[in-house]
């Protein structure tokens, strides 16, 4: 395999592979790694090496540039990285360099996925819970979370009831459309019915819901 080099924009390196692109990298590790004196790679073994270092590599800057973007859990940035055309194997080490360096961290990610949540959307804990493990955050840590979130419910919906939802509690329509909509964030019927007759809204109607 004969390995060669164009200097691109930026202090990127395009590596090809008997002259086929094959991987882009940065020169800080291009030049300080031991394949950039390499013309010529004839075993097996070490080429197998070769490529699991350099894509490992691009996948790791790639990793990088989406979180330049937003935080990203492990598993979500697995799954763009894969998505992206880079191998699984590549993107399991990019993600286990990027938890190393502290750029992914469920723990965190969780945490601040529970506080934005709470903040722009009124989630309950139930929600919240819902969401992180869509986000592909373990069960403990996803646990953990929502069983540290103290907030009342149903103050919490009450509160929800004269901002968010005021404009629709004047009709029936309106109640059953506010009432589907807090099921959506995680929130049981009683305290939804509890949080209603807080703020003198009828519920006998809507014990079907």
């Not at 075993?43 to 790791?60: H, K, P, T």
């Not at 969401?131 to 419910?153: H, M, Q, T, W, Y």
Request: charged residues 30%.
């Amino acid at each position: 395999m004969i390995i060669s080099v164009n200097t691109g924009k930026q202090n990127k390196i395009h590596i090809l592979c008997d002259g086929e692109y094959s991987f882009t990298v940065d020169a800080e590790y291009w030049y300080s790694s031991p394949y950039c004196s390499l013309k010529e790679i004839v075993d097996d073994e070490e080429l197998a090496a070769f490529y699991e270092a350099v894509g490992s590599r691009c996948a790791f800057l790639a990793g990088l540039r989406l979180l330049s973007y937003h935080d990203q859990s492990e598993r979500e940035m697995f799954n763009k990285l894969v998505q992206k055309g880079h191998k699984r194997e590549y993107a399991f080490v990019a993600c286990e360099k990027l938890k190393e360096y502290g750029y992914i961290n469920d723990q965190r990610y969780a945490e601040n996925l529970a506080e934005k949540l709470i903040r722009t959307k009124g989630m309950s804990v139930k929600g919240i819970k819902y969401e992180l493990l869509g986000k592909g955050i373990s069960r403990e840590i996803a646990d953990n979370v929502a069983e540290s979130l103290d907030f009342d419910p149903i103050l919490r919906i009450i509160e929800l009831l004269n901002t968010k939802y005021a404009r629709y509690l004047s009709d029936e329509k309106g109640i059953r459309k506010t009432v589907a909509s807090l099921q959506r964030l995680g929130y049981n019927w009683s305290d939804i019915k509890s949080a209603l007759r807080s703020v003198e809204t009828e519920t006998e109607d809507f014990d079907d819901v």
